[in-house]
Structures are given as structure tokens and as C-alpha cells.
């Protein structure tokens, strides 16, 4: 009857054992998942980040890049009108150069907010009109007069009417 006893009470407290150790283990394997969720969370969130400081970086450059040669270009030139530069396929060469797989770069008159040279020319027009509906654009614009360099983010409104955030280097 002892050795039963024993036996049983042994049983038991094996039981009890295995239940808590099986609850720990699940309750460590809930915590580990977790974690890893937000270790990933935290990596690709990093990741974009930093992703979107390579891509500005590399606007940047591009853009100080354009804006030295038409400077040069236009050094050379310096009798042209708005007019002559817009027919100047030359300086349209210089000036519309391409940027990561959609962008491109174009030439602004900072001081009266015109397009002057553009990839599409029916855009070479003033900006004035998107000072109240594109305002973050605006802000970027208009921090660019005078010939301060300007860069930021701002909502973009596509042709299909959606709102994009892009980013632009003055």
C-alpha cells in the first residue's frame, strides 16, 4: 500500500511538472514569436528608412550635379532668353536627365516658379496654381527662392487623381 502511495504520489507530482512546464514552454513561444514580430517590425522599418535616405542622398547629389552643369552650360551662353533655352535641344539634354526609374530632372526659375524646361514640355508653365492645392509641394518650392538648394517630401496628385508622396531636390 505504501509503494501504491508512493507510486501515486509520484505520478502526481510528474503530472503537476509536466503542466507547468508545459504552460512555461507555451508561454515562452507566444513571448519568443512576439519578440521576432517586432525584431522584424523594427528591421524593415529601419530598412525603409534607411532606404529613403539613400534615395534623397541620391536625389541630392543628381540634382546639384544637373544644377552645376546648366550652370556652366549657361555661363556660356549668357545671352539667352527663356525662349532660347527652351528650343536649346543642347541644354534639354543637360538639363532632362533621369532619376531612379520614374524620376527625372527639370529646370525651375526658383524666383518666378516656372517650369522652364521639363521631360514634357506642355509642363513648362508657372506653379503659382498648385500653391493651394499641392501646398506641401509649394513649401519645398518656395523655400528654394533665391537660389537656396531645397529638398523634402511632399503629396504629389497623380494624373489618375491620387495622392503620392515624392520627393524633390531644388
Not at 544644377?67 to 532632362?96: C, F, G
Amino acid at each position: 500500500k505504501i509503494l501504491i502511495l508512493f507510486l501515486g504520489l509520484s505520478v502526481i507530482s510528474m503530472g503537476i511538472t509536466g503542466y507547468i512546464a508545459l504552460s512555461n514552454i507555451q508561454s515562452l513561444g507566444q513571448y519568443a514569436l512576439k519578440a521576432s514580430n517586432s525584431l522584424g517590425e523594427i528591421a524593415i522599418q529601419d530598412s525603409t528608412a534607411h532606404l529613403n535616405k539613400l534615395g534623397a542622398d541620391t536625389i541630392d547629389q543628381i540634382a546639384r550635379s544637373v544644377a552645376k552643369q546648366v550652370e556652366m552650360y549657361l555661363s556660356d551662353h549668357p545671352e539667352m532668353s527663356l525662349q532660347d533655352m527652351r528650343n536649346d535641344k543642347e541644354l534639354r539634354e543637360i538639363v532632362v536627365q533621369p532619376v531612379g526609374i520614374t524620376g527625372y530632372t527639370c529646370l525651375i526659375d526658383s524666383d518666378n516658379f516656372v517650369i522652364v524646361i521639363h521631360k514634357y514640355p506642355e509642363q513648362e508653365k508657372s506653379l503659382t496654381p498648385l500653391k493651394d492645392t499641392l501646398p506641401t509641394f509649394w513649401s519645398v518650392l518656395t523655400s528654394s527662392s533665391g537660389g537656396k538648394a531645397s529638398a523634402g517630401y511632399y503629396d504629389w496628385q497623380e494624373v489618375d487623381g491620387s495622392i503620392r508622396k515624392k520627393y524633390a531636390s531644388i
